[in-house]
């Protein structure tokens, strides 16, 4: 059983969750459609030359979408986590939260779990969290440090950790079940 729900695992693989998905959608309709209509025109003769029209059109699209994937989305990336660094979250989002799913983008989309790791040890050590809170990072690191770092022994020590600091909660008992398991899964995995 994952330690994670499959919300906080990363990043969703709708389009939902892409904020520069109606960009690309723009950029689609308006310079594939231009393209389209020029190479029927090229093709039926009534504008020959409306085929360079139709290839400079289709060259723009990858261009442009190129700098949407590889520039804008990065920098957006950079800035939200900055802004969730520094306690700037969406309206409904709090701390928390932001940095949460800023670490999620890290190890789904962008494939850097060590950053992500990293991330969520700073918010751990560097500010004073509710033991809510504490909880759903330090699950959430353990969840990285399990699936993706594949260093089930620091999944096991974060786990340990949340159980010690904070054993009166009630989900003490599911900390503990979820050590259990982990501990029963890795310990069958050195065996074979």
């Known amino acids: 059983m994952p330690v994670l729900p499959e919300l906080q695992r990363g990043r969703a693989r709708t389009v939902d969750t892409d904020p520069l998905r109606y960009l690309r959608g723009v950029l689609t309709f308006f310079l594939g459609s231009g393209a389209v209509i020029a190479l029927v025109l090229g093709l039926t003769g009534l504008a020959p030359r409306a085929l360079l029209l139709a290839g400079l059109l289709w060259a723009l699209l990858g261009i442009l979408t190129g700098v949407v994937d590889l520039v804008l989305e990065p920098l957006g990336e950079l800035a939200g986590g900055a802004l969730a660094r520094l306690g700037f979250s969406g309206a409904k989002q709090d701390r928390v939260s932001a940095v949460l799913a800023h670490a999620a983008e890290l190890a789904g989309t962008l494939r850097r779990p060590e950053a992500a790791a990293a991330e969520l040890l700073a918010l751990e050590h560097g500010a004073a969290l509710r033991p809510q809170e504490e909880i759903r990072v330090g699950l959430t690191l353990a969840s ?12 096991l020590a974060e ?10 909660l ?18 069958t995995a050195r065996l074979a």
């Open 144 to 155: 990285l440090y399990e699936h993706q770092l594949d260093d089930p022994g620091r999944a």
């Open 159 to 168: 786990l340990r950790r949340l159980i010690d600091r904070h054993p009166q």
């Open 170 to 187: 009630r989900q003490t008992v599911q900390l503990r079940n979820r050590l259990a398991e982990l501990r029963a899964r890795h310990s």
